[in-house]
């Protein structure tokens, strides 16, 4: 009975799927559904929220589990669940259930954050760690590629941490028939993009690092003008936090650097700052003997803003497979699979018991 009602929530969260920041109507659905079909007190909680399940006779460390419920933004300027966040919620709505007029010797709070995409919901969200006392937090994602329901973590680097970067160089326009009245970052640029390598040699990190230039956009099409503005784009990524900030400030020494040679202004801006997903070894290990999960041997590339979580709680986050065969996140083919609901809601369940 629970699995089937919460396969349709999940089906009417893709529906009506919202992106990060503005999921008005996907808020209030889970508030709903928790509402009608529990007992459970609700509170706000970043620009989340939280459904509480309180026990008058504890004898085990309260916990938490999170599931984020934003969607991916398309180009046409419409969402799409294609990273499987409605399952997410889904499943988490279904652990509650799993709650309901059942003693675990512990308070569990269930956290649904939005925003997740952009990695601007999960650090508001940790309200909760002011509002409650809770002893460890768990997270979990859906993981294509895997065996369904097979259950993945490690200690540690769960998931890497990443930070786009947009690095503007200002120059002095021209006309095209006499650059040298002019000042160009075409040059400073070019040097720049060549340098990415050595800029993420390993050999400089205690781990994984990635330098990715995602785009670069100078002057414009216009044959009569030469270049006065440029922007490059990268996208910073470290195994380890100091990985990321090392990287991040000499990107930073070498663009002023060259904007100092070739005489231009440099500014800079951050965008989807994630933290490094640093699991605490011992809820990593508990994860793999409650939930039968096998050790992830290098972490995942990709980010996951869980991590503002586990610099306030002990705590880990763990991937659950959706098949071997399934398509990859973030392509068009991709939607969460209804089988993977009640395996999920089987390793929540497993922690609430624990």
Not at 269 to 286: G, I, L, M, S
Request: hydrophobic residues 40%; proline residues 5%; aromatic residues 8%.
């Amino acid at each position: 009975m629970i699995v089937q009602k919460i396969t349709q929530l999940r089906r009417q969260l893709h529906e009506i799927a919202e992106i990060s920041g503005r999921e008005v109507r996907t808020k209030q659905m889970l508030m709903n559904f928790l509402r009608e079909h529990t007992t459970l007190e609700l509170y706000s909680c970043g620009e989340g929220f939280y459904a509480a399940h309180r026990e008058e006779n504890t004898t085990k460390p309260s916990i938490a589990i999170r599931a984020d419920y934003d969607a991916l933004a398309m180009p046409d300027g419409t969402a799409s669940h294609l990273c499987g966040h409605d399952g997410h919620a889904a499943a988490l709505c279904g652990a509650a259930l799993m709650a309901e007029g059942h003693s675990y010797g512990r308070d569990i709070f269930f956290l649904f954050q939005p925003a997740e995409e952009t990695g601007a919901g999960a650090e508001p969200c940790c309200e909760l760690f002011r509002k409650e006392t809770v002893g460890e937090v768990y997270g979990a994602h859906n993981l294509p590629g895997w065996p369904l329901g097979q259950v993945t973590t490690r200690p540690g680097t769960f998931a890497c941490a990443s930070r786009g970067v947009t690095l503007c160089f200002a120059g002095k326009p021209t006309h095209a028939a006499y650059p040298e009245n002019g000042v160009s970052p075409a040059t400073a640029v070019g040097k720049l993009l060549c340098a990415v390598p050595e800029l993420s040699d390993p050999a400089k990190y205690t781990g994984m690092t990635l330098c990715t230039v995602i785009g670069v956009q100078m002057g414009e099409k216009a044959f009569g003008a030469a270049a006065e503005v440029a922007e490059v784009w990268l996208t910073l990524r470290g195994e380890h936090d100091c990985d990321l900030n090392k990287l991040y400030d000499g990107v930073l020494r070498l663009s002023e650097q060259l904007a100092q040679e070739y005489g231009l202004r440099f500014s800079h801006d951050v965008q989807d700052v994630f933290p490094a997903t640093e699991n605490t070894p011992a809820c990593a290990e508990k994860v793999m003997a409650l939930c039968g999960g096998t050790v992830l041997e290098v972490p995942m590339r990709w980010s996951e803003d869980f991590g503002h979580y586990l610099k306030n709680c002990a705590g880990a986050f763990f991937g659950i497979g959706a098949g071997e065969d399934y398509p990859p996140l973030h392509t068009e083919h991709y939607e969460y699979p209804d089988a993977l609901l009640q395996p999920a809601m089987e390793a929540f369940l497993a922690l609430m018991e624990g």
